[in-house]
T-cell receptor, first 114, second 114 residues
Framework: AQSVTQLDSQVPVFEEAPVELRCNYS??????LFWYVQYPNQGLQLLLK??????LVKGINGFEAEFNKSQTSFHLRKPSVHISDTAEYFC????????????FGTGTRLQVTL | ETGVTQSPTHLIKTRGQQVTLRCSSQ?????VSWYQQALGQGPQFIFQ???????GRGNFPPRFSGLQFPNYSSELNVNALELDDSALYLC?????????????FGPGTRLLVL
């Protein structure tokens, strides 16, 4: 069965510090990976996605993620966070032949403080 | 370009009732997907419609049904509401049906079943 694991339910970090949010997925021949952000009382906004090509993907708001096929991981990173990055972050995957159904992890709450 | 909109924003129903949630996709987007997000969880795929035909369904009972209309609007209907149906319901539209297509999410409808 397809699954996504976000081991960290909460990540507290000080402003201007670096952060990494971890994501692992169940292996498949062909996979597409996404990171979405959800601000309070809002829908999900796409940060970045990996379809193919370079394993380092750059997204909006200074975020980037690295696809690692051998470790089935797609960790999200930002070198310096801002208070406004406080939100819920979801990793998601789609597999070929699944009607572009997104399978989401349970989310990581990033809490940025001064 | 307008984004994805959903109505109503909040809704309270009692167990056994029926509810209809509405979504307006971005203009030109032929695919709409619906997700259920329980409190503290990631979104779960309910079903997807492409050009007014159902194109994939998640592990939800038949009392969850949908419609997609030619004017890029869609509906999610839930019959015989149960307490566990309380959740945030998100719709997402995408241009086409490809697995790597970006899905654009609406702000959601929060349903409370008493």
């Amino acid at each position: 069965a397809q699954s996504v694991t976000q081991l960290d339910s909460q990540v507290p970090v000080f402003e201007e510090a670096p952060v990494e949010l971890r994501c692992n997925y169940s292996s498949s021949v062909s996979v597409y990976l996404f990171w979405y952000v959800q601000y309070p009382n809002q829908g999900l906004q796409l940060l970045l996605k990996y379809l193919s090509g370079s394993t380092l993907v750059k997204g909006i708001n200074g975020f980037e993620a690295e696809f690692n096929k051998s470790q089935t991981s797609f960790h999200l990173r930002k070198p310096s966070v801002h208070i406004s990055d406080t939100a819920e972050y979801f990793c998601a995957v789609t597999y070929t032949g699944t009607a572009s159904k997104l399978t989401f992890g349970t989310g990581t709450r990033l809490q940025v403080t001064l | 370009e307008t984004g994805v909109t959903q109505s109503p924003t909040h809704l309270i129903k009692t167990r056994g009732q029926q509810v209809t949630l509405r979504c307006s996709s971005q203009s030109g987007h032929n695919t709409v997907s619906w997700y259920q997000q329980a409190l503290g969880q990631g979104p779960q795929f309910i079903f997807q419609y492409y050009r007014e035909e159902e194109n994939g369904r998640g592990n939800f009972p038949p009392r969850f049904s949908g419609l997609q209309f030619p004017n890029y609007s869609s509906e999610l209907n839930v019959n015989a509401l149960e307490l566990d149906d309380s959740a945030l319901y998100l719709c997402a539209s995408s241009l086409e049906l490809g697995t790597g297509e970006t899905q654009y999410f609406g702000p959601g409808t929060r349903l409370l079943v008493l």
